[in-house]
T-cell receptor, first 113, second 116 residues
């Protein structure tokens, strides 16, 4: 079945450091890929998405590129801020289905001054 | 406008009790989903409604779990004879459309269920 694997956390960085959170997936066909973020005490929010190979999703300084050859969708940000501290979830939506998402286990990011 | 609203925010139940969790989706949203999120894990799909029709219930873990959306708006997830393994955060999500590749889901803050 479909699955998403992402790096375990927590990831602890100093403010202005470079961020990478790895995500790889297993799916048949051509899934859509997503990053969701969960800030403390809040619901999951869509951060960015990509629907086909080589697409780059971007939002709030975060970006991720859909790499079909490596089945990856790594999340990056050039300079993190304390306000980016949250849990980040990689997810996929299989092609041809209603919006049932398959999530990874989440990666907690802690950014310190 | 208002987002997806879930109630109660926290629920404590004794093992064997029945519980009902409520979801108010964003007005006009056709699709509604329930997910279960165990501690330290990602959300796992439970069930999906398109308007009042339950189109996919493949994720419901047992026949103790039941969901309904009788008028195509508010939804209730019911768990009968709760067990300790049911302890989790139950998330509701809604979306405007019925399943394009980039369709955006809006999540509620969840109901944290603790079964003692």
């Amino acid at each position: 079945g479909d699955s998403v694997t992402q790096m375990e956390g927590p990831v602890t960085l100093s403010e202005e450091a470079f961020l990478t959170i790895n995500c790889t997936y297993t799916a048949t066909g051509y899934p859509s890929l997503f990053w969701y973020v969960q800030y403390p005490g809040e619901g999951l929010q869509l951060l960015l998405k990509a629907t086909k190979a080589d697409d780059k999703g971007s939002n709030k300084g975060f970006e991720a590129t859909y790499r079909k050859e490596t089945t990856s969708f790594h999340l990056e940000k050039g300079s993190v801020q304390v306000s980016d501290s949250a849990v980040y979830f990689c997810a996929l939506k299989a092609s041809g289905t209603a919006s049932k998402l398959t999530f990874g286990t989440g990666t907690r990011l802690q950014v310190t001054l | 406008g208002a987002g997806v609203s879930q109630s109660p925010r926290y629920k404590v139940a004794k093992r064997g009790q029945d519980v009902a969790l409520r979801c108010d989706p964003i007005s006009g949203h056709v699709s509604l989903f329930w997910y279960q999120q165990a501690l330290g894990q990602g959300p796992e799909f439970l069930t999906y409604f398109q308007n009042e029709a339950q189109l996919d219930k493949s994720g419901l873990p047992s026949d103790r779990f039941f969901a309904e959306r009788p008028e195509g708006s508010v939804s209730t997830l019911k768990i009968q004879r709760t067990q300790q393994e049911d302890s989790a955060v139950y998330l509701c999500a809604s979306s405007l459309a019925t399943g394009g590749p980039s369709e955006k889901l809006f999540f509620g803050s969840g109901t944290q269920l603790s079964v003692l």
